[in-house]
């Protein structure tokens, strides 16, 4: 198991990256309705704020303060995850490993927390704390400006 550096800081505030394990999957669209009650599930457990949010078809990314005193992010991505994959027909091939595990083969094993890589998300994003923020008076709705999009994006499998 990897021994992984991060921060503890009650309170804080992190970025994070977590991704679906088969990276061509749109399961995080076509299951948002699943996703956002996951979310809300843990949210309501052991409370947590959405800062930002973008979700893709195959990973997310979401920026989340915890309460004060609180350091505790590994057990809310641990109960979304889990709850999510709750939601979900067993359809999804394992290898012997998870299968001895008892896992699913839904989410890559962990997530990413950052502080940097964040990326200007266009408003066509459908699902995207974005439109909340605009719908709040935070942002106008051409902050992104007119963005030109051609080539492929994301990551080659």
């Not at 997530?111 to 942002?139: K, L, Q």
Request: contains cysteine; charged residues 25%; neutral net charge.
């Amino acid at each position: 198991m990897p021994n992984y550096r991060r921060a503890f800081v009650p309170g804080g505030c992190w970025f994070f990256t977590v991704n679906l394990l088969e990276r061509r999957d749109t399961l995080l669209v076509d299951r948002i309705d699943a996703l956002r009650e996951s979310m809300e599930r843990a949210r309501g457990r052991y409370p947590f704020v959405i800062d930002a949010v973008v979700v893709l078809p195959d990973h997310l990314h979401a920026v989340l303060t915890l309460p004060p005193g609180d350091a505790d992010f590994s057990l809310r991505w641990r109960l979304i995850k889990s709850r999510l994959a709750e939601a979900l027909l067993k359809q999804e091939p394992l290898s012997d490993v998870r299968r001895a595990r008892g896992e699913r083969g839904i989410w890559q094993p962990d997530f990413g927390s950052t502080s940097s890589g964040m990326r200007r998300i266009t408003p066509a994003t459908p699902h995207s704390s974005f439109h909340r923020d605009v719908r709040a008076g935070i942002f106008p709705a051409d902050w992104a400006g007119e963005v030109e999009q051609s080539g492929e994006f994301g990551e080659s499998a």
